[in-house]
């Protein structure tokens, strides 16, 4: 089973490069009368005389905020394979334009180019690209303030909802991404023979901003009582064991996996059972 890894820094710095026009625009960039030729970074636009005052993920789009040191035509957005994503005509008086990615975009570097008259004034450059983690899991039984009747229902009882679960993860990088999958195995009462949908509640797929967390919820009741001989069940005395959960993503379409320790205690019953869960 394959694990994501991402090999970039999230905190990656945005690139801006003026470009020169064939008309002497030099020193659009960044308003101070210098050439603006090495790196900068957005925030360098603070007098707001700049051509290309930010560029950010918000959510699932990609959002350009302009300054006010030149008139643009139009906002280019240039895929990292070269090829044009889209473009936005800038209306008279406008400072900011923005592009929907969703989260069937290809990660790597994206370009953004404020153009005049077919000339570009200004360059930045971004990478866009998801770092998603498992970081926790939790059960009803063991965390009551999750909104579990606003997702399950007032009229499921509090067995059923020991029975499921949620999932915590974050993403660390810098472009959104959409989970479509979440499966558990190993040592969990109920082992879905037969995986049908997402496994996630009510959905077919959980969008996670870049820099943001976000809980699943399960529909598979792997907390549930026992499938025939399979899946672990509960002892007085304690029962040790280790299960993985395990989510899929869109952007990736790589398994993302975390395997964590549980104990099953206290009945022999698991509608009763105490269940610990701790990280290896």
């Known amino acids: 089973m394959k694990r994501y890894k991402s090999n970039f820094n999230r905190r990656t710095v945005l690139r801006t490069a ?82 929907e990615i ?23 450059s971004l990478e866009i690209q998801p770092e998603l983690e498992i970081v926790d899991i939790g059960l009803f039984r063991n965390n009551p303030d999750k909104p579990w009747d606003e997702v399950y229902g007032e009229s499921e009882t509090n067995r059923i909802k020991n029975s499921e679960a949620y999932v915590k993860v974050r993403n660390l990088g810098t472009g959104p991404d959409a989970i479509v999958k979440l499966r558990f195995s190993g040592d969990v009462p109920y082992l879905a023979e037969n995986y049908e949908g997402s496994g996630l509640y009510g959905t077919d797929h959980v969008v996670v901003p870049p820099d943001d967390q976000i809980d699943l919820f399960s529909t598979t009741v792997p907390f549930g009582p026992k499938l025939g001989d399979e899946g672990m069940g509960c002892s007085t005395d304690g029962t040790q064991g280790e299960f993985t959960v395990v989510i899929e993503s869109t952007v990736t379409g790589l398994e993302i996996t975390k395997t964590f320790k549980v104990t099953y205690s206290g009945s022999e019953e698991m509608r009763d059972c105490d269940i610990e869960i701790s990280a290896p």
Do not use: H, W
Request: net charge negative; with cysteine; hydrophobic share 40%.
């Open 102 to 124: 969703g989260t069937a975009y290809d990660p790597g570097e994206y370009r953004v180019l404020a153009v005049q008259d077919e000339d570009v004034l200004a360059e930045m």
């Open 18 to 99: 003026a470009s020169l026009s064939l008309f002497g625009l030099a020193g659009c960039l960044n308003g101070s009368g210098e050439t603006g030729s090495g790196a900068t970074t957005a925030n360098d636009d603070s007098d707001g005389q700049g051509v290309l005052s930010r560029v950010a993920v918000e959510g699932t789009a990609l959002v350009v905020e302009l300054g006010g040191g030149a008139d643009v035509e139009r906002v280019n957005l240039i895929q990292p394979n070269g090829e044009l994503f889209g473009k936005r005509e800038v209306a008279a008086g406008a400072r900011r334009v923005s592009f």
